[in-house]
């Protein structure tokens, strides 16, 4: 461990050196630079800075410049540093483990206040279960009502490509809107617009292939357009 300023990185710049057995190259340097008032961190398996704290307390990852408000700044990914910025939450179970536990819980980026309050989320959760290669995979959003005090699912889109709102609870029956596709004839073309409602099937339907159609269901009856 050594504390120095005689200028092996910059004039007056104060650094911890921490060094290997043997001093290998994969030393890790911790600057505190006086160009800036950042504290910057450099080395390990390939030497240049790997990520810097700046005077306005940014975390800068892959760059030393800070802009606008943003706490955690992220540039490149470890192929490169011309790549896109990229971040992974992930759950602290392996595939296997996860099986066949359907709606597990992958990862969450909330959104509160200093108090903890929840006020929004977005969640990635499993959609079926899981195998080797087979990772189907679901995101929600969810917000909390007002007097409420925990989000509720708004929006789901499945793992098959399905959009399901507020209270569909994903094809239950319950009041909602489903946007969904389907195979018409021999093309997988098409969009529904289901609108459910609790002991009644209602739709409004709009389908392509060789022709054009209009579809609205209920208890009223049906109407067909276009044939």
Do not use: C
Request: overall charge neutral; glycine content about 18%; proline content about 2%.
């Amino acid at each position: 461990l050594r504390l120095d300023s005689n200028g092996i990185r910059t004039p007056d710049d104060i650094f911890i050196n921490v060094r290997g057995k043997g001093f290998k190259t994969s030393d890790w340097i911790i600057t505190n630079t006086t160009s800036g008032n950042a504290l910057s961190f450099s080395g390990g398996a390939s030497s240049g800075e790997k990520l810097r704290i700046d005077s306005s307390g940014r975390l800068l990852i892959g760059h030393s410049t800070g802009n606008g408000y943003p706490q955690l700044s992220v540039s490149g990914n470890t192929a490169g540093a011309s790549g896109a910025g990229m971040l992974f939450l992930r759950r602290g179970l392996d595939r296997a483990t996860i099986g066949g536990n359907v709606g597990a819980d992958l990862g969450e980026i909330d959104f509160g206040d200093l108090d903890g309050n929840i006020y929004a989320s977005i969640q990635g959760k499993t959609d079926a279960a899981t195998g080797s290669s087979d990772y189907p995979g679901r995101i929600i959003l969810a917000t909390t009502a007002d007097g409420g005090s925990s989000p509720t699912e708004r929006l789901r889109i499945t793992s098959d490509g399905k959009y399901y709102f507020t209270g569909t609870g994903a094809g239950s029956g319950s009041r909602g809107l489903e946007i969904d596709t389907e195979a018409v004839g021999a093309q997988d073309e098409g969009v529904i617009l289901n609108a459910r409602a609790s002991g009644t099937t209602g739709r409004i339907k709009f389908q392509t292939n060789s022709a054009t159609a209009m579809t609205i269901l209920g208890n009223g009856g049906n109407v067909l357009i276009g044939g």
